[in-house]
């Protein structure tokens, strides 16, 4: 048997056209940034920049490679490290933070070629770009 449910009797009910919403655009800055995450993304790809801006400096996540090739290069034990794999892996990424980690500071993707010397004269030089070129010679 069914029963039919009614209302409160100190219920109002209104029909769905007379109810007034009130839309208006809100921004979440982080979700901004999230969705700028992806290379395809129609508002801009700038967190595919390694890590050019904070929220890529916050979500970084280190890597037993990262650590490997961190000591290998302050015991020189490597000499010349070549990175290859998909746009967006994260390759100038972690070379962004190795390099910070090795104490040569925080450096812009837009520095394609990076060169520096740590403490102990070893001189460290970094290519972000495989399509930059070198003293005028591609590479």
């Known amino acids: 048997m069914e029963e039919d449910i009614k209302p409160p009797a ?9 109810i007034q919403t009130e839309l208006r655009e809100e921004r ?12 395809g993304s129609r ?8 890590l050019d801006t904070d929220f890529a400096e916050q979500t970084y996540v280190p890597t037993n490679l990262e ?12 000499r010349l490290v070549i990175l ?3 746009a967006g892996d994260g390759k100038t990424a972690l070379l962004q933070h190795l390099w910070a980690q090795l104490g040569l500071g925080r450096q812009s993707s837009s520095n394609r070629i ?10 460290v030089r970094m290519n972000l770009d495989g399509s930059a070129a070198w003293h005028e010679k591609v590479c």
């Open 10 to 18: 100190h219920s109002i009910t209104t029909p769905a056209e007379k």
């Open 114 to 123: 990076l060169e520096g010397q740590l403490d102990d004269g070893l001189v």
């Open 43 to 50: 508002w801009g790809n700038r967190e595919t920049r390694g």
């Open 84 to 86: 290859c794999g998909n």
């Open 28 to 39: 979440v800055e982080w979700l901004l940034s999230l969705l700028q995450s992806y290379p």
């Open 67 to 78: 650590e490997t090739l961190l000591e290998d290069i302050q015991k020189r034990r490597v």
